[in-house]
């Protein structure tokens, strides 16, 4: 079995930092992409930012400069740091991983963390 877990979220002023971990576990064989995805109410879920094997870096253009995607392959986690963050970046966040195990290959996904930002 494998699973995604993530943790971090919470409430946070405009202008205020947060960081989300990500920690996959199972009888996984290997991890190709790890990603983090948003979805705000009412809107569809959207790339906010992924990291491949072999460290190439994608971020969605609202969030440039201002997040920092991470990993650390050997513990199987990935990280956001997000900082000046605006009340637009409130949303359920989700961790993905598109990965190789013993028991199944593909995309797993979190369950999800919240993130709020307001004053």
């Known amino acids: 079995q494998v699973q995604l877990v993530e943790s971090g979220g919470g409430l946070v002023q405009p202008g205020g930092s947060l960081r989300l971990s990500c920690a996959a576990s199972?009888?996984?064989?290997?991890?190709?992409?790890m990603n983090w995805y948003r979805q705000a109410p009412g809107k569809q879920r959207e790339l906010v930012a992924g990291v491949s094997s072999n460290s190439n870096i994608v971020y969605a253009d609202s969030v440039k400069g201002r997040f920092t995607i991470s990993r650390d392959n050997a513990k199987n986690m990935v990280y956001l740091q997000m900082s000046s963050l605006k009340p637009e970046d409130t949303a359920v966040y989700y961790c993905?991983?598109?990965?190789?195990?013993?028991?199944?290959?593909?995309?797993?996904w979190g369950q999800g963390t919240q993130v709020t930002v307001s004053s």
């Open positions: 993905n991983a598109d990965l190789l195990s013993f028991s199944r290959g593909g995309r797993i």
């Open positions: 199972g009888d996984i064989i290997t991890i190709f992409t």
